[in-house]
């Protein structure tokens, strides 16, 4: 297929987990077959930070007006198999305007924030890249949620096929690497500062770490705001690159995964660093939401503390091998259920459905 994506950004991995979730989706469409052109809003923030500014498996079109882009659009529109927009682009509801009316094969929305999108919609109707009205106009309603939310979006927002596609990992990108017998850190966290996290990251690194004066730890992501007291053996690091991810994982006895508010609260949202820190077989510690047991098992592939001294208890009590173990079989839940193959062929399989509606619409028998 010819596939046009419009999306928040794939050159820039700068305090955002979109760009790794394309990339991985594109990756492996690419080498299914598929092109695609990936349209991305010039952002000052994302400019300077371009850690891949021409990824080798999609043209980017990087633009700055909506208008001035317009005609461009159009043009690959008409030669279009399929498009997607996703959530939060800055054009969102222009685009999938200029997406309904044209004569795309296929054409769906990708929410990758898919329980704040349905909280605001539920408040007006009006998103800031999505509106109610534009859902039914839609064939697949793409979510990196889960559960409960998508009957939501079938029966309260008409969606004509609102199907799970989380985010996943390229496997020869992360991956277990050989490290020191000796650890960098006792535990880890990746993640850019959101308020609703803070309050678990206090417990669940900053107590342990108060606890624990020789032990090590680290928070890496950027936007954390200078009165944050940090205790004295946590190390900070602004923004870490996607190429080094592997090695940031395999380089903790324990790497911590804290969710957002809404997704706690709608369940069934894996982030991207919690299959990331999986494939490389780090042992993971993370806050608990509905569906978790879904993607894996709880005390055997991951670890779910109900406050700070569980953690400590994780550092103390638990040699290497007991973790290796953890690593090992989240790793292998990670490689048959959620690489970058798996979901591009998820991907190919709703477009091919929503293809087969269109050509078989349901007949009407009237009395």
């Known amino acids: 297929m010819k596939i046009v994506i419009f999306g928040l950004s794939i050159t820039s991995s700068w305090g955002n987990g979109h760009a790794t979730t394309f990339r991985s989706l594109c990756n492996a469409l690419h080498r299914r077959g598929h092109t695609i052109v990936f349209f991305e809003r010039d952002q000052e923030w994302y400019r300077a930070n371009r850690d891949l500014p021409e990824p080798p498996y999609c043209r980017i079109e990087i633009f700055q007006d909506w208008k001035r882009v317009l005609p461009h659009v159009r043009a690959y529109l008409r030669e279009a198999d399929m498009a997607v927009v996703g959530s939060y682009f800055h054009d969102g509801i222009a685009a999938l305007g200029e997406v309904i009316e044209s004569n795309v094969g296929v054409k769906a929305f990708y929410d990758i924030d898919t329980p704040i999108t349905i909280r605001r919609l539920q408040a007006s109707g009006v998103g800031d890249y999505l509106l109610a ?98 205790p004295a053996n946590v190390e900070r690091m602004m923004h870490l690159s996607p190429r080094y991810h592997a090695d940031f994982y395999c380089s903790s006895r324990l790497t911590l995964n804290v969710t957002r508010r809404e997704m706690v609260i709608a369940g069934y949202s894996p982030s991207v660093r919690l299959f990331e820190a999986a494939a490389c077989g780090a042992a993971i510690v993370s806050d608990n939401w509905p569906g978790l047991e879904t993607f894996f098992i709880p005390g055997q592939e991951i670890l779910l503390p109900a406050n700070g001294d569980d953690v400590l208890r994780y550092i103390s009590g638990y040699d290497t091998a007991e973790l290796q173990q953890i690593g090992n079989m989240a790793r292998e839940r990670v490689l048959s259920a959620h690489t970058s193959n798996v979901r591009a062929r998820e991907f190919e399989s709703a477009a091919e459905a929503a293809l087969h509606r269109r050509r078989s619409p349901v007949a009407i028998v009237t009395p």
């Open 133 to 230: 009205r534009q859902i039914p106009e839609l064939d697949i309603y793409f979510s990196f949620t889960g559960g409960p939310l998508l009957d939501e979006l079938r029966t309260e927002f008409g969606a004509v096929s609102a199907v799970p596609l989380y985010c996943s990992v390229d496997p020869e990108k992360h991956r277990g690497i050989a490290v020191p017998a000796d650890f960098k850190w006792d535990l880890s966290y990746m993640g850019t500062y959101a308020p609703d996290r803070q309050a678990k990251l206090e417990d669940f690194l900053c107590r342990p770490a108060r606890q624990l004066p020789d032990g090590r730890f680290i928070v890496a992501g950027p936007q954390y705001p200078p009165s944050i007291s940090w």
